[in-house]
C-alpha cells in the first residue's frame, strides 16, 4: 500500500485524509481545466507538455479512467532517456568554479564521479 493511499483511506489520520482528499480536488480541477491533459493513448502530461511522475499519476488513476498508467509510465521512461542522452552529448568539462565547489563540498583529494555520465574529478 502507497503512503498516498494509506493517507486516502485514513489508516494515517484524519488530517492525512482530508489533506489526500483536497489534492484529489485539485487534480480533478487542473484535469477539467486542461492543465493536466490525456491523449487518445491514455497517456497524462501536465501544463507543459512533461508526462506525469508517478506520484501525481497515481492520484490521477483515482479520478479518471482514461489514464493509463502502464503508457504513461512508459512514455516517462522514454521522456527521462531522451533528457539524460541529451545531457551526457552536451556535457561541458566542469569549470574552474565547479571544481572549487566540489572542493568545498567534498573535500580536496576526493574523487567525484557525476553518476549521470561516469565522469570522475579527481579534487
Known amino acids: 500500500m502507497t503512503r498516498f493511499e494509506r493517507e486516502l483511506n485514513g489508516s494515517l489520520g484524519e488530517f492525512w485524509k482530508k489533506n489526500a482528499e483536497k489534492e484529489l480536488d ?14 487518445e493513448d491514455g497517456i497524462a502530461r501536465n501544463c507543459i507538455g512533461r508526462v506525469l511522475m508517478s506520484d501525481l499519476l497515481e492520484k490521477l488513476t483515482y479520478i479518471t479512467d482514461k489514464v493509463n498508467a502502464e503508457a504513461t509510465q512508459a512514455a516517462r521512461d522514454a521522456e527521462v532517456a531522451g533528457e539524460l542522452a541529451e545531457y551526457r552529448r552536451t556535457r561541458r568539462p566542469a569549470s574552474e568554479e565547479e571544481l572549487n565547489e566540489m572542493r568545498n563540498a567534498f573535500g580536496k583529494g576526493t574523487r567525484v564521479v557525476n553518476v549521470l555520465t561516469g565522469e570522475t574529478f579527481e579534487l
Open 26 to 39: 485539485e487534480l480533478r480541477r487542473e484535469l477539467e481545466n486542461g492543465q493536466i491533459t490525456i491523449d
